[in-house]
């Protein structure tokens, strides 16, 4: 077995995403890198390697800990890196907007300010 392993076969293997061909298709849009450097699908990646992951639900920084070809298991597909994914930002709480009940006519030039204030077009 040589060195390194392909890195589409590694993200599909440790679960980074669903399936070989989406990993394979990922690399070729760019969506992978390997040190900071794009990677195409037939790169091998090695132990100590940082990969950068864009997927649907965000973007996956991992380093790799050890080398893995099959898919395999979650708790043992999670062994084999490290996750280095900052957590995302807290939501910002957003004030309620008001809501007019149904039937109660066209609002007044009173009602339109203080529902433009609540939205935050208006101070």
């Not at 979650?74 to 039937?103: M, W």
Request: aromatic share 2%.
């Amino acid at each position: 077995m040589s060195a390194g392993v392909r890195i589409d076969a590694w993200i599909c293997a440790v679960r980074l995403v669903k399936t070989r061909s989406a990993a394979s298709t990922a690399c070729k849009a760019g969506h992978v890198r390997v040190n900071g450097e794009r990677a195409k699908p037939s790169q091998s990646v090695i132990v100590g390697d940082h990969v950068r992951v864009l997927t649907p639900g965000g973007e996956k920084l991992v380093t790799v800990e050890k080398l893995i070809v099959k898919r395999v298991g979650a708790p043992q597909a999670a062994e084999c890196y490290t996750d280095q994914t900052p957590p995302p930002p807290p939501k910002e709480e957003r004030a309620v907007i008001g809501i007019r009940e149904r039937g109660a006519g066209r609002p007044t030039k009173r009602d339109r300010r203080e529902l433009d204030r609540l939205q935050g077009r208006r101070e």
